[in-house]
């Protein structure tokens, strides 16, 4: 008789953070893997990080945070949670006044920026405009 052999193999993703390890956090001022963005209103999103996203995932992403405005929200698949942030905050020398640090998360991507409405880094004015997903 002939011999029947048995292979297995297991693979897996990561799809969250390790227990314990902290959401991805924006970028450190004047840095970032995306240039800031105004939206119509003049709110700014800036100090952009990601981890196996791309500045379109991240636009698409943060399309969303105008309107929540820090509040959490949900956007391009991705679910956003926000804390306040102010004087004191690692991103202080950009922001006059109360902004917001969301990190974003889908499966195995994560994005990370500030949102707010009183940016200071670099005049509004010469920022590009954030649009609508595609």
Do not use: H
């Not at 029947?4 to 004047?30: D, I, Y």
């Not at 880094?121 to 997903?133: D, E, F, K, R």
């Amino acid at each position: 008789m002939g011999k029947t052999f048995a292979r297995a193999e297991a693979a897996w993703t990561n799809v969250a953070p390790p227990p314990g390890a902290s959401p991805l956090q924006p970028a450190a001022v004047g840095g970032g893997l995306c240039p800031a963005k105004k939206f119509p209103d003049r709110s700014v999103v800036a100090q952009v990080a990601a981890l196996g996203a791309k500045c379109a995932v991240f636009e698409a992403v943060a399309f969303g945070a105008d309107g929540a405005q820090g509040a959490p929200f949900s956007s391009a698949g991705f679910s956003c949670a926000a804390a306040p942030q102010g004087a004191g905050s690692p991103w202080a020398a950009a922001w006059s006044g109360a902004y917001y640090a969301y990190s974003c998360a889908a499966g195995a991507q994560q994005v990370a920026f500030n949102w707010g409405t009183q940016y200071t880094y670099a005049p509004v004015a010469s920022l590009q405009t954030i649009g609508p997903p595609a």
